[in-house]
């Protein structure tokens, strides 16, 4: 049974920085794709960051470039999803998703979801 754990969620002033953790298990790692997507309350789940565990390639978002980065930790099945500069407009639900091989943008595309974690940014 796969299963994704999001943690490191809270909230943040403008300008800071926070880490976003997502413990994986039940899939083969080098099989599967790693995607962070966000969602605000009646909009789409929109992609943040993608990265594929066997080659290390990475997408992100033009509003994550810069500022976010995707990162894993073979040794602990975990990926992270470093955010800095954040602003308000950051502020959403953040989800950990998973798909096999590549990295997609579609979240149609991902068959894993965790539960989500909050992040809030204030001014």
């Known amino acids: 049974q796969v299963q994704l754990v999001e943690s490191g969620g809270g909230g943040g002033k403008g300008g800071g920085s926070l880490r976003l953790s997502c413990a994986a298990s039940g899939l083969t790692f080098r099989s599967y794709a790693m995607g962070w997507f966000r969602q605000l309350p009646g909009k789409e789940r929109e992609f943040v960051a993608a990265?594929?565990?066997?080659?290390?390639?990475?997408d992100y978002a033009d509003s994550a470039k810069g500022r976010f980065t995707i990162s894993s930790d073979n040794a602990k099945n975990t990926v992270y999803l470093q955010m800095n500069s954040l602003t308000p407009v950051d502020t959403a639900v953040y989800y950990c998703?998973?798909?096999?091989?590549?990295?997609?943008?579609?979240?149609?595309?991902?068959?894993?979801w965790g539960q989500g974690t909050q992040v809030t940014v204030s001014s």
């Open positions: 998703a998973a798909r096999l091989m590549v990295v997609a943008r579609a979240s149609t595309e991902y068959a894993y």
């Open positions: 990265l594929s565990w066997s080659g290390g390639h990475t």
